[in-house]
């Protein structure tokens, strides 16, 4: 829908949005990777104009007798971003809201905590073999579909949970969360085209962050409000049954409104491009563009296939221990299923921070790689220490260790979507982005299955040091 007052908007912001243009400076000879050649330009920020976005070369590829095209900030872009970060945050709450209470759903529904692992696990499956479609149509259809695809589903998946709220009707969940599952696949490819395409070479990185972090709040209060809304209450089934209700109808609610604002406030883009780089994307012709040729060009990048595999193995390992916390957790804290609600809380809260920061110090020295590998470092000093700690009879202890995992682990994600776009360049956001969260998917479920039957057989600690290997195999792929 078209805003009556987005252009008198954009009008007032005109003259800022031209002195952000004429600020934007060339790209120095070897792009945005110290000591290696850029050949395939910017990223995120390339695609705004920014340094890395090659403006020069964006502003010769505009029509002959175009001139420099005008470019502004529409306000609108701040709307976006929040529609988009609540309901990717809703539908994070949805995929943590069974695991962290795995022992509660496990007397309700009278299945095994194996089932139970599988309601996290499906968010993952679907995924897999749905990217691929789901990409292609953000880049045939757009920006807006694309998103009213992944509210309107998530807040069906939600709807659906409602009926499922009586002993026996485990299916009737899993329908329900798979439906969710799908709407995932809508949402989780689009915060760099979302950053791309509505904001400027100074805001694109965070802006980028910003849209990962809705979703990681979402799993930090999918972490603390199920355990509180929900006690385990193994004596007394209806009133289990009757604070479940409360959680899902609260969730289906809140899912609607989110996609209602959504059919107000996206747009496929603005008015006017925020960046020189993006006005020469808009001047491409569809015919032009061939999503197959992305995909070949994007495997034919050998520094893209590691960081597909490197940001796989980080992403897979956070999604495993958000499923296993919960039996982590009450495997040494006996009845502390608050607590480990907390415990994830605190670590996705942490990251929440550690995202912000790692966005804000790649808008301001754009060195990708580099912090790429520190982080990725740092992450797996901290699994090493929470490994070693969990067991130490502390709650305190996991409480700081799990924060510090969560600060490096859960700041990765960002870090991962925006150095993926800088090595793509001129590929699209879409693909980039889809293809590392399908490596997310299957590492997760290969690294929840396994660490499940590591914990279960043997101990937290065995299926800790599982990721721990692989998390070190993830630093020797990011150096190269």
Known sequence: MVEAGDGAEEE?????????????????????????????????????????????????????????AETRLSRRRLAVLAVFSCYSLVNAFQWIQYSILSNVFV?????????????????????????????????ARGL????????????LGAWLKCASVAPGRYAVTMAAQ??????????????SRVA??????????????????????GTAIGFLLPPVLVPNTPDDIDLMAHNISIMFYGTAIVSTLLFLLTG????????YPPSHSQAVLQTVPPEDYSYKQS???????????????????????????????????????????????????????????????????LDYTKTYKQTTLIVYILSFMGMVVFTFTLDLGYLIVVFVTGGVLGFFMTGYL???????????????????????????????????????????????????????????????????
């Open 295 to 361: 995909i070949i060009n994007l495997f034919k990048n050998i520094p893209f296939v590691l960081l597909l595999i490197s940001y796989g193995i980080m992403t897979g390992a956070f999604y495993s221990v958000s499923t296993l916390l919960n039996q982590m957790i009450i495997t040494h804290y006996e009845g502390e299923e608050v607590n480990a609600g907390r415990i994830g809380l605190t670590l996705v809260v942490a990251g929440m921070v550690g995202s912000i920061i790692c966005g804000l110090w």
């Open 12 to 68: 007032a912001e005109g003259e800022r949005a031209e002195m952000l243009g004429a600020a934007e400076p060339a790209l120095p000879r070897n792009g945005l990777l110290p000591g290696k050649e850029a050949a395939n330009g910017g990223g995120c920020a390339a695609r705004s104009g920014g340094p890395g976005g090659r403006a020069a070369e964006a502003e010769a590829m505009l029509p002959a007798g175009g001139g420099r």
């Open 178 to 191: 798979g439906v969710c599952a799908v709407a995932q696949v809508f949402i989780l490819g689009l915060p």
């Open 107 to 139: 007397s309700f529904y009278r299945a095994s905590f194996a089932h139970v692992d599988w309601l996290s696990m499906v968010y993952m499956v679907a995924y897999v073999p749905l990217i691929l479609p789901a990409t292609w149509l953000l880049d």
């Open 196 to 217: 791309a395409v509505w904001f400027g070479p100074a805001e694109v990185s965070t802006a980028c962050a910003v849209a990962v972090l809705g979703n990681q709040l």
């Open 414 to 480: 960002p870090l991962g979507f925006e150095f993926a776009v800088e090595i793509t360049y001129p590929e699209s956001e879409g693909t980039s982005s889809g293809l590392l969260n399908a490596s997310a998917q299957i590492f997760g479920i290969i690294f929840t299955l396994v660490q499940g039957k590591l914990i279960t057989n043997y101990s937290p600690r065995a299926g800790n040091l599982f990721l721990c290997a692989w998390i070190f195999v993830g630093i020797i792929l990011t150096g190269n």
């Open 264 to 271: 107000v406030v996206f747009e496929e883009k603005p008015k």
């Open 144 to 155: 807006r579909l694309t998103a009213l695809l992944g509210a309107g589903l998530n807040a």
